[in-house]
């Protein structure tokens, strides 16, 4: 009787081993490490600012840019700046400004690029006191080379008349705007 409950109890012992064996096979301590992946919210504001007004000057001295935005947001995660309103006065070092505005914008992390959201608006008046009115619904600005570019409807209003097409490159600098296709355009003579 002595033997068998040791036999039972060896049975037992050995079978709660396999069983102990199996589990720890199948159940890894390194799976307990693995810590659960934490969901970004790409969409999480890390600071803003209500009425912004920025100002940047050349290294000569003379003003490159006056900004206005009634809401400037940073997202935490890309780096990309969101602005409400974007109002920009685009000095070049010049007298007369571009005026770029629309009604929101994205700044790229490093501020090289800007893309103009919804009713964009690309004005100036130069020393003869004419003005050019470029529109279209979304356009991509580079300030540091003074470029623009846009593959949406655009309308140039200026010099007595006003020309269409789709698509834009915009040399600001040279105040040169090459239409990609579908040009047309209407103008006085004088």
Partial sequence: ????????????????ALLAAVGYWNISPETFLDQPVATVDNRAIDYYAINAHSVQY???GKLQYEMTADKVEHLEASEITLLTTPDLQMYRGTTYPWHVQSTRGEVN???SEVE????VRVARTDEQNRTMI???SRMTVFPQKQYAQTEQDVRID?????TTGK????YLKDGRMDLL???RGQYEAR
């Avoid at 009787?1 to 709660?16: P, T, Y």
């Avoid at 200026?158 to 006003?162: I, R």
């Fill in 1 to 16: 009787m002595f033997s068998k409950k040791i036999r039972n109890i060896a049975l037992f012992s050995v079978i709660a």
């Fill in 134 to 136: 470029i529109t279209s």
């Fill in 158 to 162: 200026g010099a007595g008349g006003w």
């Fill in 109 to 111: 992390p490093d501020g």
């Fill in 58 to 60: 050349l290294p000569n």
């Fill in 167 to 170: 698509g834009m490159k915009a």
């Fill in 181 to 183: 296709s579908n040009v």
């Fill in 116 to 119: 103009l959201i919804d009713a």
